[in-house]
Every structure is written in structure tokens, then in C-alpha cells.
């Protein structure tokens, strides 16, 4: 069963890659709609909402405590997305996206450029951590990842970040990790950094 609620804009410009948005813990469907704009104007955008409640408030995966993941349910959700993101291309005709996560969505687009490979062509990950203690081996052969971390993170430590980008540029991608001078909320330096990236990906 990997029926997500989501939202699907097309794309109005040919040549720019779909994007996956994947919201933070509260937010919806809804929520990254304006943020992906602004990073790949005319991008297809596929915007599923998390499937699993927090007292309420939408997530992708559950945890036991702040930063302390229920890792089983990693996997699981992870897998169920890219499930997601296979039946979305093939209803919508689009390619394998680069995914845009912030917090909760990173997370689980990091755990899923670890589990599934083929579902992303490539990923910005805002404020993610490492999601998984013990990750398979994965192949990611040169996809790019644009990494956006905060400096005074109270939620993300500056050594979970550094490991995340050490465990992906192991298994083969294009990382790049830019910590930024801000929290766990976004930046309009996030927006520019994203957007120059996102243009100059191949
Ligand atoms: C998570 O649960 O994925 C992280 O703690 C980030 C968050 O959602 O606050």
C-alpha cells in the first residue's frame, strides 16, 4: 500500500528535473509547493504528505525521541515512498526526481538514496541527519547531493552532519556540504544556495 496524499504540478518548462518535496514534521502537502518553485522554476513538482501522525502532525517516519529514530519504521517508510515515487512516474509520465527534504523529509530521503538508489536522480537535503546507525552498502554512483546544514543546529549535531555527507560520498555520490549560519529553520541562504546548485547539476 503506497498510497500517499499528494500534490502534482506539471512541469512548465521542458528540460528542468521533477522535484520530490518531502516536508518537515507538522507540515503537509502543501508546504514546499512555494520553496520548489523558487529552487527549479518550471519543475514538475510531486509533494506527497508523511503518512505517519505525531500527536497529530504528519511525519515520514516515527521516532521514539527527537533526533532518536525508530529505524525499522526507516526502512519500511522509505521503501513505501519509493514505491510512491515508481507508480507517481509512471502515472505522470516524469523521470526519477531530485528530492528536496527539509528535516523529517531529509531524513527520509537520505534513508531512501540508501535503500533505493533508482528512486532519485539526486537530492538537496536541508537539515538532514544520518538516518540509519547501520546503512547497506549502497551504490550511488555520482548522484548529486547538495547538503545544507546549521551551524547552531540544536537538533542536528555538527558531527551527525558531517557524517551523513562522509556515509553518502563513500557509497559513491557528489556531495556537497555547505553549513550554514543559522538553526533548524531555513534561510533565504538555503533558497539561493539550492537554487544556484540545482541549476548547474547535470
Ligand atoms: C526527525 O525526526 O526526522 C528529526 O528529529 C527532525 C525533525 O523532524 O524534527
Known amino acids: 500500500e503506497s498510497a500517499f ?14 522535484l520530490l518535496l ?4 507538522g507540515g503537509d502537502e502543501n508546504d514546499l509547493l512555494g520553496l520548489g518553485k523558487m529552487i527549479s ?14 500527536h497529530g502532525m504528519p511525519r515520514f ?7 532518536v529514530f525508530d529505524e525499522e519504521d526507516v526502512r519500511r517508510r522509505a521503501l513505501e515512498l519509493g514505491d510512491f515515487v515508481t507508480e507517481a512516474r509512471k502515472q505522470y509520465g516524469i ?3 531530485v528530492a528536496v527534504g527539509f528535516s523529517n523529509g531529509a531524513n527520509i530521503a537520505a534513508a531512501l538514496l540508501l535503500l533505493k538508489p533508482d528512486a532519485l536522480a539526486g537530492a538537496i537535503l536541508l537539515r538532514a541527519m544520518v538516518p540509519l546507525s547501520d546503512p ?4 550511488l554512483g555520482g548522484k548529486p547531493i547538495l547538503l545544507l546544514s546549521g ?10 552532519s558531517a557524517k551523513l555527507a562522509a556515509l553518502l560520498s563513500q ?3 557528489r556531495v556537497e556540504h555547505k553549513v550554514l549560519p543559522s538553526g533548524h529553520q531555513l534561510s533565504q541562504a538555503d533558497v539561493t544556495l539550492a537554487r544556484n546548485w540545482i541549476g548547474n547539476v547535470d
Not at 22 to 25: D, E, K, Q
Not at 43 to 54: D, H, I, M, Q
Not at 151 to 160: E, G, H, R, T
Open 5 to 18: 496524499i499528494h500534490r502534482y504540478e506539471p512541469a512548465t518548462s521542458a528540460g528542468s528535473p521533477p
Open 22 to 25: 518531502l516536508h518537515g514534521t
Open 41 to 54: 522554476p518550471g519543475s514538475a513538482l510531486l509533494s506527497p504528505r508523511g503518512r505517519v501522525l505525531e
Open 61 to 67: 517516519f516515527r521516532r521514539l525521541a527527537e533526533g
Open 95 to 97: 523521470a526519477a526526481p
Open 136 to 139: 547497506p552498502k549502497a551504490e
Open 151 to 160: 551551524q547552531a543546529d540544536p537538533i542536528v549535531p555538527a558531527s551527525n
Open 171 to 173: 557509497a559513491g555520490a
